[in-house]
């Protein structure tokens, strides 16, 4: 027997979900005998990109119905009568499904706006249909500009929220992609998820579709892993290549202020980096280093956030440590790591509850807290320094290397961790 959902590649409890809905629509019968039944439509939520259209596609060639598309392509009037058309028909060809793509896109006016002509439209028709075997699906980027009486149960009261891919997910989408051509070199897939997590599935599919353009234009006989680094960089850090050069004594310090940062995240949490350069991006900034950091490990511990404070200092006690100087390019880090400081001192209330401002009016409880925030970053700044000077010769490699190749991923910081005796991930 066909799966029709084979094309989705993970997402394993999405598809449970659609297999149901699936089933469902093919067999009424067997749950209508347990009191069950289907009456509400579906919506398919989610960032653009994130494989709504697809994952609402499979679903009905599952089901083998008749097929009514409705998408808007005309700003007037005129969009009003083919919402009512669409549904006309399917009902006069039950059983049948109906697909409203990009629904929050029907009506152009403010998400405050629930009365909108062309929600009031597509819910009168919905209710029209009721006695009828005609399914309503629907893909929705921003669900806030559906209106609730749409959303019902009994309407389109059936959510299924499609995320971004996971890591495991993302790995499983690129090596799909990787293995449909033979043209490519052999792939780190681990490092291109790293380099791409929080990214869509259509986002995927371009960065690899970007690095074969590269290799054609290079008159390569294959995509290398290096087409892929040169895509992501291209495509998601903003960070293309570019003829634009500094001072060989400028880019030494970038790339000793970005190694400190990779360096003391490995070490504090091995596996971390995912992606360190000293190109320049599009907004005329130098360096970067990128994290894969779980949301469900941020919040487990004091000890975690304080390893991400360290993380955020590490870049200018690297300058202060090697160069024997004030780093002038750490304004960003300092912020970041003052804001992780203040979550545990006020959020947590990890040095005294007196620390709790409730109203964020009383002064003298303000000044208590950034005392303390302040005493949080001086102390890990100082641990920070003591694992860099510890560490030297791991720095120093990490540093050559980095402006050697102007850019390391997971599989070389793993590589060059790996030789100097520290844990792997």
Same mark, same amino acid.
């Given at each position: 027997?066909?799966?029709?959902?084979?094309?989705?590649?993970?997402?394993?409890?999405?598809?449970?979900?659609?297999?149901?809905?699936?089933?469902?629509?093919?067999?009424?019968?067997?749950?209508?005998?347990?009191?069950?039944?289907?009456?509400?439509?579906?919506?398919?939520?989610?960032?653009?990109?994130?494989?709504?259209?697809?994952?609402?596609?499979?679903?009905?060639?599952?089901?083998?119905?008749?097929?009514?598309?409705?998408?808007?392509?005309?700003?007037?009037?005129?969009?009003?009568?083919?919402?009512?058309?669409?549904?006309?028909?399917?009902?006069?060809?039950?059983?049948?499904?109906?697909?409203?793509?990009?629904?929050?896109? @029907?009506?152009?006016?403010?998400?405050?706006?629930?009365?909108?002509?062309? @929600?009031?439209?597509?819910?009168?028709?919905?209710?029209?249909?009721?006695?009828?075997?005609?399914?309503?699906?629907?893909?929705?980027?921003?669900?806030?500009?559906?209106?609730?009486?749409?959303?019902?149960?009994?309407?389109?009261?059936?959510?299924?929220?499609?995320?971004?891919?996971?890591?495991?997910?993302?790995?499983?989408?690129?090596?799909?992609?990787?293995?449909?051509?033979?043209? @490519?070199?052999?792939?780190?897939?681990?490092?291109?998820?790293?380099?791409?997590?929080?990214?869509?599935?259509?986002?995927?599919?371009?960065?690899?579709?970007?690095?074969?353009?590269?290799?054609?234009?290079?008159?390569?006989?294959?995509?290398?892993?290096?087409?892929?680094?040169?895509?992501?960089?291209?495509?998601? @850090?903003?960070?293309?290549?570019?003829?634009?050069?500094?001072?060989?004594?400028?880019l030494k310090k970038i790339a000793y202020h970005e190694s400190g940062h990779a360096l003391i995240s490995e070490l504090l949490d091995p596996g971390c980096v995912s992606i360190m350069s000293i190109r320049k991006t599009n907004d005329d900034s130098y360096g970067f280093v990128r994290y894969f950091r779980p949301e469900e490990k941020k919040n487990c511990s004091a000890e975690y956030n304080e390893a991400m404070i360290k993380a955020s200092l590490a870049g200018k006690a690297t300058t202060e440590l090697v160069f024997g100087e004030t780093d002038m390019g750490a304004n960003a880090d300092l912020r970041n790591a003052f804001r992780k400081a203040m979550c545990l001192v006020d959020n947590e209330c990890m040095f005294g509850f007196h620390n709790w401002i409730e109203d964020r009016s009383d002064a003298y409880v303000a000044e208590n807290r950034n005392r303390a925030a302040a005493m949080v970053l001086e102390r890990n700044y100082l641990e920070v320094k003591k694992l860099l000077a510890k560490h030297r010769p791991l720095l120093d490699r990490l540093a050559s290397e980095l402006l050697e190749k102007t850019t390391l991923v997971r599989i070389d910081i793993q590589r060059i961790m790996s030789e100097n005796g520290n844990t792997v991930v």
């Open positions: 027997m066909k799966d029709h959902f084979e094309k989705i590649v993970g997402y394993e409890d999405i598809k449970r979900e659609l297999r149901i809905i699936s089933d469902m629509l093919n067999h009424p019968d067997i749950y209508q005998k347990l009191g069950a039944g289907l009456k509400d439509g579906l919506v398919l939520y989610g960032r653009p990109g994130t494989g709504k259209t697809t994952m609402a596609q499979c679903l009905i060639e599952s089901t083998g119905r008749k097929e009514y598309i409705c998408r808007k392509k005309v700003s007037d009037g005129k969009f009003i009568k083919t919402i009512s058309d669409t549904f006309e028909v399917a009902k006069r060809h039950a059983p049948s499904i109906v697909l409203l793509d990009d629904l929050d896109k @029907f009506s152009e006016q403010s998400e405050d706006d629930c009365d909108a002509e062309e @929600f009031v439209t597509v819910q009168s028709c919905i209710d029209e249909i009721s006695d009828y075997d005609v399914f309503v699906i629907a893909t929705v980027n921003n669900l806030r500009k559906i209106p609730d009486s749409l959303l019902r149960p009994g309407r389109i009261g059936k959510r299924l929220r499609i995320r971004l891919p996971q890591k495991d997910e993302a790995a499983e989408i690129i090596k799909h992609y990787i293995e449909k051509s033979s043209l @490519f070199d052999e792939m780190d897939v681990e490092s291109i998820a790293r380099m791409l997590d929080g990214e869509s599935c259509a986002t995927l599919e371009s960065v690899i579709n970007n690095a074969a353009i590269k290799a054609a234009f290079h008159r390569q006989q294959k995509v290398t892993m290096q087409n892929i680094i040169d895509s992501c960089l291209d495509l998601i @850090f903003d960070a293309p290549e570019s003829s634009d050069t500094l001072p060989e004594d400028i």
